[in-house]
């Protein structure tokens, strides 16, 4: 049955206050307006960020709200002017937009846009209204993507065409997971050959991360987890040492140096823990490495530094979806 211009009555998984579990409910999902995409998610992951959101750690987030941010699936049908996809195409909805007039989208070299939710809060569509309604109230969108729902509505410049033949239960991981680990070797941090690395959570982001090393040549990668059962996942995709800090009395930076004699090249906390940032912060040599924070803190997280982690020559960098612009990406 045709269901363009028609409201879609669909389920999807409901935060509806901060603290309390998902619950599956019924929606309706309203019709594209104007510069609008509406998307049959077929596949979706689950990303620690969409934890924090429930949780009501993520900041302005407005609830009731459907998270989900790293799916993928088929165009159900269009709004007035959209001209970059169609229907029946495979897209992947984007959790950072793509403006295309802001000075980040002009920027060759970032990959932020103003739109984005952390300058400006995503919960409504760019008109301020919800396509989301559910037992007869507005439920919120978060960063316009929503992918825990069946069907989502999105602007144009917040989607993307892939390729027809591409797997949509494995590429919706390029929507944010492996997008941001695998980028923040190869992208953000830009891994030399040859150079050794050690990455703090081996999750599917920092797992991802572990494999941009691998492709850039690193020498060697050790792989930091509490859990050992990730570690045989962690060799077949590169890493060449794991180690668990509760292995050892003393704090695991120490021990990371002691690996390496003074301190990894690069290291990439890919966790979300002001505890391991710092760890992984101070296990990168103190005069040439490179820190890449990769990992979501809760928005209320505070860092407190000892200045001399960086006076020495230390780099500190942070990462969004592996920086790059995902919209001209695939």
């Not at 809060?121 to 993507?145: A, E, Y």
């Not at 020559?313 to 695939?330: D, I, N, P, S, Y």
Request: charged share 20%; aromatic share 6%.
């Amino acid at each position: 049955m045709a269901t363009s211009g028609k409201v879609i009555r669909c389920r999807a998984a409901v935060a509806w206050a901060a603290g309390k579990p998902l619950s599956v409910e019924e929606v309706e999902v309203a019709p594209p307006k104007a510069g609008e995409v509406r998307i049959k998610i077929v596949a979706t992951g689950i990303c620690r960020t969409d934890d924090h959101v429930v949780k009501g750690c993520i900041a302005n987030v407005e609830f009731p709200v459907i998270p989900g941010h790293e799916g993928a699936g088929i165009v159900e049908s269009i709004g007035e002017g959209v001209t970059s996809v169609k229907p029946g195409d495979k897209v992947i909805p984007l959790g950072i937009p793509n403006c295309g007039e802001c000075t980040f989208c002009l920027n060759p070299e970032a990959n932020y846009c103003v739109k984005f939710h952390f300058s400006e809060p995503q919960n409504l569509m760019p008109d301020k209204t919800s396509r989301f309604t559910c037992k007869g109230k507005q439920i919120h969108h978060f960063v316009w993507i929503s992918t825990f729902a069946e069907y989502t509505v999105t602007p144009e410049y917040a989607v993307t065409k892939i390729d027809s033949a591409a797997p949509l239960d494995k590429v919706c991981l390029l929507g944010c997971g492996f997008s941001t680990g695998y980028g923040a070797a190869i992208n953000t941090a830009k891994v030399k050959p040859g150079s050794t690395c050690a990455v703090f959570g081996l999750g599917g982001v920092g797992l991802s991360v572990v494999m941009g090393c691998k492709v850039a040549g690193a020498s060697r990668i050790i792989a930091i987890d509490i859990n050992k059962d990730k570690f045989a996942k962690a060799k077949e995709l590169g890493a060449t040492d794991c180690i668990n800090p509760q292995d050892f009395n003393k704090p695991i930076q120490e021990v990371v140096t002691e690996m390496t004699g003074h301190g990894v090249d690069y290291s990439f906390e890919a966790i979300g823990r002001v505890d391991t940032m710092i760890a992984a912060l101070a296990s990168c040599n103190m005069n040439t490495g490179v820190f890449v924070m990769v990992g979501v803190a809760p928005s209320d997280a505070v860092i407190s530094v000892d200045p001399l982690l960086l006076l020495t020559g230390r780099t500190w960098k942070g990462t969004l979806v592996g920086g790059r612009k995902l919209k001209t990406t695939f």
